[in-house]
């Protein structure tokens, strides 16, 4: 793949061009999940520009680049200060999972309790499990009301064990987008001398403007008592480029149990706030840059925008025969569910065919499937339309009917060994139910998802490992 002789950076940006053509669009808001559009393109060029800025100041060393250590108090202020603790310490992390990952390695460094668990609802982001995973804990899932898909505090504090480090709230939660009960929460974990993180990935850059443009916000951040660290990502509703969030912590103590030093070795001296270690500066500059170029204003404006936009779209579907949204969306995200007659996974191709991205996820703990709407700033200039599509996409999948999985094919596959297949024997196997995995072609997604759908979640997990690995074959 590497050329002889070095090519033209018009000749790159050409060829990079035609790879992205089968992309889904990043702006315009007909993609509703992935990526957060403004709808002002001056406030995304403002962030690239700075991104350029301090590409290539490496953050492995804050003595070296005291730029980048005056920048991330700046970024992790604002956010401390929007969440109402302006002194809280923070990391300024590559994103959701990262900050997970540092407020599970500082509760579990803090207690330092052998066969840590932490206590998380079924409904809180897979992140926890990747940071239980590579941080050796065990995870305790608890389940959420099906009517409310909020955890109960009760049932967190039954949860807990004498190796129970960590409990988890979520503000909101991705797949409903509604807040669990945080004071509750926080009160049961305080009470048994427990940390608890606020997974305010999604909320916590949100749910404050949300609140000023007359949103009901209950208390979710570190003034509520108990609550002992939260996760806020900029690149989800902060608007900026990837590779931006922040954690905070109460004290100073326990974002220390978040670093990691290392003087085990005869090169330069290891300190990291992060689980990377060098690693560019260019997103905490897009971050700062896009929090300078909006401004309270501007995201008071974005939050009002979001906020009306959310309750058309709510009110829109709740109108479309066959459908139904999940709960009660407190902030702007939207889960909408199928019937009988109306499968959801078609729903979401047809939408694709008519040039929308809507988001299927699979069920889960007693959840339906459902498709998931992320509403942003952009929302709102289209919200009728994608209102059109998603009542043209819900009548195309009631003519289609439900997605038909093979009789017998879930079982046959919970019943493989999976890690004795090798790639090419797993795209046969698909092949020969119909799924074509080398095809360039967008696949008939709703075939796929349907057989996930009807096998448990390690199996699911186990075939998407596959999915990826041949993906990148
Ligand atoms: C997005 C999200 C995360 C994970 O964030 P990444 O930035 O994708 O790593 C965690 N929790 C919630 C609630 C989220 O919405």
Redesign the pocket.
């Known amino acids: 793949m590497l050329a002889e002789s070095g090519r033209s950076v018009g000749e790159l940006l050409a060829e990079l061009a035609g790879m992205k053509a089968a992309d889904l669009p990043v702006r315009g808001g007909k993609v509703t999940a992935y990526v957060y559009d403004t709808g002002r393109p001056e406030v995304h060029a403002a962030a690239q520009a700075a991104y350029a800025e301090m590409l290539e100041v490496n953050m492995l060393d804050p003595t070296a680049f005291p730029s980048m250590v005056a920048l991330e108090k700046q970024v992790v202020g604002a956010v401390a200060e929007l969440l109402g603790e302006p002194a809280a310490p923070g990391v300024f992390t590559?994103?959701?999972?990262?900050?997970?990952m540092l407020a599970v390695k500082a509760a579990r460094d803090a207690r330092g309790v052998a066969g840590a668990q932490i206590v998380v609802p079924v409904t809180?982001?897979p992140?926890f499990h990747k940071a239980a995973h590579y941080l050796g804990l065990e995870v305790v899932a608890v389940p959420v009301d099906l009517e409310s898909f909020q955890v109960s505090p009760a049932a967190v504090a039954e949860a807990i064990t004498d190796r129970t480090v960590l409990v988890v709230a979520?503000a909101?939660?991705?797949p409903q987008g509604v807040i669990d009960p945080v004071a509750e929460v926080a009160a049961v974990a305080a009470a048994r001398g427990v940390f608890c993180h606020v997974?305010?990935?999604?909320?916590g850059w949100l749910l404050p403007w949300l609140r000023e443009a007359g949103a009901e916000v209950p208390p979710f951040d570190l003034r509520v008592p108990g609550v002992t660290s939260i996760?806020c990502?900029l690149?989800?509703f902060g608007y900026a480029p990837?590779g931006a969030?922040v954690v905070l912590f109460k004290d100073a103590g326990l974002r220390r149990k978040a670093y990691f030093a290392s003087a085990a070795w005869p090169g330069y001296t290891i300190i990291n706030s992060t689980v990377q270690s060098s690693r560019s500066a260019g997103p905490l500059g897009g971050a700062w840059a896009t929090l300078g170029a909006l401004g309270r204003e501007g995201y008071r404006e974005l939050g009002r925008q979001t906020l009306e936009a959310t309750r058309l779209l709510v009110d829109g579907v709740r109108a479309i025969p066959g459908l139904r949204v999940l709960g009660e969306p407190a902030a702007s995200l939207v889960a909408i569910a199928g019937s009988p007659e109306v499968d959801v996974f078609v729903l979401a191709d047809e939408a694709r065919r008519l040039g929308w991205f809507l988001q299927p996820q699979l069920s889960y703990a007693g959840i339906p499937a459902n498709i998931h709407i992320t509403v942003t700033g952009v929302t709102l200039q289209g919200v009728g339309e994608m209102l059109d599509v998603i009542a043209k996409a819900a009548e195309a999948a009631r003519d289609r009917g439900p997605a038909v999985v093979p009789e017998g094919l879930p079982e046959l596959i919970a019943g493989l060994d999976l890690d004795a297949l090798d790639d090419a024997t797993f795209v046969e196997l698909a092949a020969s139910v119909g799924i074509d995995l080398r095809s360039r072609e967008q696949p008939e997604m709703a075939a796929v998802n349907a057989v996930l759908d009807a096998l448990p979640a390690a199996t699911r997990e186990a075939i998407l490992v596959r999915f990826l690995s041949v993906i990148y074959s």
């Open positions: 590559s994103g959701g999972t990262e900050s997970i809180a982001h992140a979520s909101p939660s991705y997974d305010a990935c999604v909320g996760s990502d690149h989800k990837k969030s």
